[in-house]
């Protein structure tokens, strides 16, 4: 049909991207480790996204793939501006990312994200680096519930420094909520969506499921109906701005 998408407008002001950032924010400023772990269209990247944005530095971000140990150091140092040296040991290439951190002053913030992408036996290196660096960097590892999964399980299993490594991440992981109706007409109304009836319309098509949120307003828990997987309503609002078109 020649219909080409606007580019989508990521909406921060979710009570989903909030929860991220907020997640973020005490990571840097504790200098905590902290896990975020939610199936893939959760939105953790807009909450990721808004706080990259609003605070430049001192927050080094990564991507990962499923990478060997060597890899994750190597590719953590390039990130880092850090030459990783050809040819140096593991040991070595983790002491360069620990002496990395341990120099900074202002709070600094490591975000690895798709972190279940990760081998379970390179999430461990984080254990050496939490020891080596307390009190002076932060951690976020955000990635689908198979990132958490792979954690309890090593613990299960008794599998060399899981336990510690779950401790570390106080053996809980942010889980997000979803969007309640007013996110989605939020969404909807940042990608040129704003009557009732088809927000409506496309809140009912994504699969809404019943949760419970926090109510900011009054201070408590409400039950409401949610849309779990955000990826449903960019179909649903690209598929009415289509319908748009072919109408005009």
């Known amino acids: 049909l020649g219909w080409q998408p606007d580019k989508w407008a990521v909406v921060d002001n979710t ?3 909030k929860l991220v950032y907020q997640a973020l924010d005490d990571a840097k400023n504790r200098s905590m480790f902290i896990g975020i772990a939610e199936p893939a269209g959760g939105g953790k990247s807009a ?16 991507s990962c793939r499923e990478w060997s140990r060597r890899e994750m150091m190597i590719q ?6 850090v030459d990783p040296k050809p040819g140096y040991p593991i040991q070595m290439l983790l002491e ?19 972190a279940n992408s990760l081998q379970p036996s390179v999430l461990t290196f984080l254990i050496f680096l939490y020891n080596e660096c307390e009190d002076n960097l932060g951690v976020v590892i955000a990635g689908t519930e198979e990132l958490e999964q792979k954690i309890k399980r090593g613990v299960k299993r008794n599998y060399r420094g899981f336990d510690e490594l779950d401790s570390r991440f106080g053996r809980s992981y942010v889980r997000l ?4 109706l007013n996110d989605v007409k939020k969404i909807c109304k940042a990608n040129g969506i704003s009557d009732e009836n088809i927000v409506k319309r496309i ?17 408590k828990i409400r039950k409401v109906m949610v849309v779990k997987d955000k ?11 289509l319908l748009r078109k072919e109408t005009v």
């Open 15 to 17: 009570i989903d991207a």
């Open 96 to 114: 360069k990312v620990i002496d990395f951190f341990k120099v900074r002053t202002n709070k600094p913030l490591l975000i690895l994200d798709q």
């Open 47 to 62: 909450g990721i996204d808004a706080f990259r944005a609003a605070n430049e530095m001192e927050v080094f971000y990564i």
């Open 177 to 180: 909520f979803g969007a309640p």
């Open 76 to 81: 953590l140092l390039l990130m880092l501006g």
């Open 231 to 241: 990826r449903l309503i960019k179909r649903a609002v690209q598929a009415e701005l």
């Open 203 to 219: 809140f009912d098509r994504c699969n809404p499921v019943m949760v419970e949120v926090p109510d900011e307003a009054e201070g």
